[in-house]
């Protein structure tokens, strides 16, 4: 069974950074894909940053381009999130996923995926 564990989230000031990770577990993710999406108070779930775990390929939503950076450890089967340039509006609950192959159609959907963390909250205050 795979389990997905965000850590990292908190409160933070507009300009600030934070980084979230994600421990991965209970499979060999070598062809898997990794997303972090974000969900705000009333608003639909939305794609974030996305990585092939094969080869560390990313892709951003336009939103976070050139503030956001996601990367992987695979020696601790871990996925990152470096935010930097924090705003207002990136506050959410932030959620790491795992779906077991690579789409490049449909990897920004996230009922693409199969396996979803608990989720970490991210605060950005003005």
């Known amino acids: 069974q795979v389990q997905l564990v965000e850590s990292g989230g908190g409160l933070v000031q507009a300009g600030g950074s934070l980084r979230l990770s994600c421990a991965a577990s209970?499979?060999?993710?070598?062809?898997?894909?990794m997303g972090w999406f974000r969900q705000a108070a009333g608003k639909e779930r939305e794609f974030v940053a996305g990585?092939?775990?094969?080869?560390?390929?990313?892709n951003y939503a336009d939103s976070v381009k050139g503030r956001f950076t996601i990367s992987r450890d695979n020696a601790k089967n871990t996925v990152f999130l470096q935010m930097n340039s924090l705003k207002p509006e990136d506050t959410a609950v932030y959620y790491c996923a795992a779906r077991p192959t690579y789409n490049s159609r449909t990897y920004y959907y996230p009922e693409s995926y199969d396996y979803w963390g608990q989720g970490t909250q991210v605060t950005v205050s003005s």
């Open positions: 209970g499979r060999t993710f070598s062809s898997y894909a």
């Open positions: 990585i092939r775990w094969s080869d560390g390929s990313p």
